[in-house]
């Protein structure tokens, strides 16, 4: 079974965060609000597909760029955000 470290937040881990609030916030004010937030979850999940297949994140770059954060194994992986 594989369990992802939680000593720290890293880069992958906030990524994971922000896509569940992302689905899960535009799932509920589906329900609640308005059809259209439905549009919201159905984003994050494109975005997670043109993630798998491609490798680019926008949010991986803002978080990276903007605030710092570090991947978990960027020196052991050896992959670099650019």
């Known amino acids: 079974m594989y369990r992802a470290p939680t000593h720290r937040w890293y880069l992958e881990r906030i ?3 922000i896509a569940g609030v992302v689905v899960l916030g535009g799932v509920t004010l589906g329900l609640l609000v308005s059809k259209y937030w439905f549009i919201l979850p ?3 999940g494109f975005n997670m597909i043109i993630f798998a ?3 680019f994140c926008p949010m991986a770059v803002i978080l990276n ?3 710092g954060v570090e991947p978990l194994n960027e020196k052991e992986n050896g992959y670099k955000m650019e």
């Open 15 to 17: 990524i994971w965060l």
């Open 65 to 67: 760029k903007f605030f």
């Open 53 to 55: 297949l491609t490798g």
């Open 42 to 44: 159905i984003l994050a």
